[in-house]
């Protein structure tokens, strides 16, 4: 416990700074260029060395605080010695995935040695001092867990744990032989194995990638961490934790409680008036925030209470913002949308774009849904408001109705891209924060900066061993089969239909992160070579990923909105149908319809 408290004393405060240095840079750069018209060359490349910082660091923080994104279905249902042992077993897989990429970081430092970035002159061997600091203190904590652990149960797990790494590094390529098979040895079953026991899916993702070229290719372990490298190394993806510490400091400056009070000003007192204000807060603070935790954490304490004074049940409630989360998952600046664009090589700004019109089909077709099933709820007692005081509830949340439009403005007209946009909205939340609400409390920050690293870290560790795992999917062949497969699924509309369900079910098991890194490579080219729009194909996807990622049983979505909302997840999975069976009515039409998509984007 000491050495845990070392580790977490020197990491946090250490991430907490790379934050907001990351914030200080990017918007540095942006007042540099566009006020003072002097671009600073180095912005980009400094903000890029912090960014594998982050990362690994973050990774380190989720797995202290035991955020990692994992599988937990089976955790539910096993009895408390059989959780026991399977976490055990988990911190074996992650010590052995760092033994094994330890020495390999080194050697892949030594490459790196040679080359230098462009403006600052420094080796690109600094940036992989990051990923060698990150796997020796994921190794010193999973060694930590298993030494907590009952020794009864640790030591076996630990001496085979032990054996398995010593043999994938010392008896190189020993299964090449069994070709393809290993295809399904590793990657189905030892991946599988992994997700279904609860290993963090990085974790399990790394693994698999690691144990199928140490043991059935001849490829040196050094281009794992290569592609590691390679997966987090793009500024873009630097969105993804600024929009998430964005999405907090909205929560924390009280804007997206006044959203709320301004929409249920205007149509709260109709039957199922909350309802349609649940659905559109979410539209609303989804294209502010984009972080679906966050989101869901916003509205629900606001608007649950008075929902349940009117006669509806928690269930009920939980269903419904469940599924607000899914349609939400389209609408900009979704880090969703940020990372598909990043992957396939797609425009941020049109897919920006083209993500409101999917997102207010599925929102018309969840509030038809809503308004049916809430025909039967009290209003008698709710008191309509005058028009004067629907005026100055939205007279009072006018500074986060003017914040979406903000980032879309700086966006759209080339101001600043997806990333540094974010720091423009992190600073503009803050001065309303303090000087317009006075909401906003200096203790908060630390605990913010904190959470923002542990779910960055836990989102961009799964980017970087998904990136290796595609990358040994596609030398092993894999891509060039599957593409052979799907260009005979019935041309664009049958390749449409199969990735729907393909993305409903990695939804539901891997979450969004770690389907669009592992299939978009793979899935794209085969899009763009049948005929299918990317931008249109990109939507699709992230909608049916949406479904899935909020579905019970599996969906990690759906217990989030349940924990959210204080409600038993056994209780809410009824309610949900009729809700899901709307989702995917929407989604049928967003995929039939591609001008839904598409039809707004210029050229």
Known sequence: MAIDRTIGAFVEPVVALVIVAEVCILGAGVFSRYVLHNALPWTDELAAYLFLWLTMLGAVVAYRRDEHMRMSALFRVVSVPVRETLEIVSAAVIAMFSVMLIPASFKYYDLETIDFSPALNLPRSYEVIAIMAGLVLLLALAVLRLVDGNPRRSIPVAVVAAVTAFAALHFHGALTSLGNVNLVVFFVIVVGACVAIGVPIAFAFGFGTVSYLALATTSPLSTVVGRMSEGIGNLVLLAIPL????????????????????????????????????????????????????????????????????????????????????????????????????????????????????????????????????????????????????????????????????????????????????????????????????????????????????????????????????????????AQQLATLLSHAGGPAGFLALSIVLFIVLGSVLEGAPAIVLFGPLLFPIALQIGVNPIHYAIVVILAMGVGLFAPPLGVGYYGACAIGKCEPDAAVKPMLPYMCALIVALIIVAAVPWLSIGFLKG
């Open 243 to 478: 929009f998430v510490l964005l999405g907090v400091l909205i929560e924390a400056a009280g804007i997206s409680r006044r959203l709320v009070d301004a929409l249920a000003s205007l149509v709260g007192h109709f039957k199922g008036g909350l309802n349609i204000v649940l659905v559109a807060a979410m539209y609303l603070v989804s294209g502010i925030s984009g972080s679906k935790a966050a989101d869901m954490a916003a509205v629900a304490p606001v608007l649950f209470p008075e929902m349940e004074k009117r006669g509806q049940k928690r269930p009920e409630m939980i269903a419904l913002l469940s599924t607000s989360g899914a349609m939400a998952e389209t609408i900009p600046p979704s880090f969703v949308l940020i990372m598909i664009g990043t992957v396939a090589g797609l425009s941020i700004k049109d897919l920006f774009t083209a993500g409101l019109l999917p997102a207010l089909v599925a929102s018309i077709c969840l509030i038809v849904v809503a308004l049916f099933r809430s025909r039967n709820e009290r209003t008698d007692l709710v008191k309509r408001p005058s028009a004067r005081a629907i005026g100055r509830a939205f007279l009072v949340a006018s500074p986060g109705l003017v914040l979406p439009f903000v980032i879309r403005f700086f966006v759209m007209n080339g101001v600043a891209t997806a990333t540094e946009v974010s720091t423009i909205g992190i600073v503009y939340t803050l001065l309303v924060g303090v000087f317009v609400y006075r909401e906003f409390k200096w203790r908060r920050a630390y605990p913010m900066l904190i959470e923002t690293a542990s779910l960055s870290g836990a989102i961009m560790l799964i980017i970087a061993t998904a990136t290796a795992m595609a990358w040994a999917l596609t030398q092993s062949g894999f």
